[in-house]
């Protein structure tokens, strides 16, 4: 079955680590995106990808790092410069056509204390 | 800039009562709508794309509905299973700093109870 997967789905740091969230996709599709969420509000998005070797900074890309070298893949690296790094992190997926709808992985929980 | 606000944040309804979510945007010349269903510690699945005002579609017990100012998500005789929290997503319009990004609302936490 096309999907999905990132890994792992529960991940602890510790303060002043780098931690790198897989995300793989076998849905063909050209975008990925990584996205943020943190409870009351929406997902926000913080970096996205329309092809590979090329990505675009999102609203919150301070303190994070991606690569885009297969189509597949799209890792996103925590660096130690996120100041507030615990949080639920979402990696998608869609055709680059205008209108195509997003397809989520099921999350990665990043504690870091 | 780009905005997305649902209302209510929080619905409680009993099996059976029928209900409605909504979602206003301000983006004018909207792309793409998109209605997406979240389960505690999943990722959000898709249910609905609008493109146009007017627009409907239907998935069992739901039902979204387009205008040129909000989107509603009509719930009818909701079953506990349903209890989830919906979200709502817009496109950033072709051409401006926003193209290719998603942004979506704050959600509305849907509890059915039997």
């Known amino acids: 079955d096309g999907g999905i997967t990132q890994s792992p789905k529960y991940l602890f740091r510790k303060e002043g680590q780098n931690v790198t969230l897989s995300c793989e996709q076998n849905?063909?599709?050209?975008?990925m995106y990584w996205y943020r969420q943190d409870p009351g509000q929406g997902l926000r998005l913080i970096y996205y990808?329309?092809?590979?070797?090329?990505?675009q900074k999102g609203d919150i890309a301070e303190g994070y790092s991606v690569s885009r070298e297969k189509k597949e893949s799209f890792p996103l690296t925590v660096t130690s410069a996120q100041k507030n790094p615990t949080a639920f992190y979402l990696c998608a997926s869609s055709m680059r056509r205008a209108n195509s709808p997003l397809h989520f992985g099921n999350g990665t929980r990043l504690t870091v204390t | 800039e780009d905005q997305v606000t649902q209302s209510p944040e929080a619905l409680r309804l009993q099996e059976g009562e029928s209900s409605s979510l909504n979602c206003s945007y301000t983006?004018?010349?909207?792309?793409?709508l998109f209605w997406y269903r979240q389960d505690p510690g999943k990722g959000p699945e898709f249910l609905f794309t609008?493109?146009?005002a007017g627009e409907e579609k239907e998935k069992e017990r739901l039902k979204a509905t387009l205008t040129k100012k909000e989107s509603f998500l009509h719930i009818t005789a909701p079953k506990p299973e349903d209890s989830a929290t919906y979200l709502c997503?817009?496109?950033?319009?072709?051409?401006?700093?926003?193209?290719?990004?998603?942004?979506f609302g704050q959600g509305t936490i849907l509890t059915v109870h039997p």
């Open positions: 997503a817009q496109f950033g319009r072709a051409g401006g700093t926003s193209y290719g990004k998603l942004t």
């Open positions: 849905l063909n599709h050209d975008a």
């Open positions: 983006v004018s010349g909207l792309r793409g």
């Open positions: 990808s329309q092809i590979v070797n090329d990505f």
């Open positions: 609008l493109y146009s």
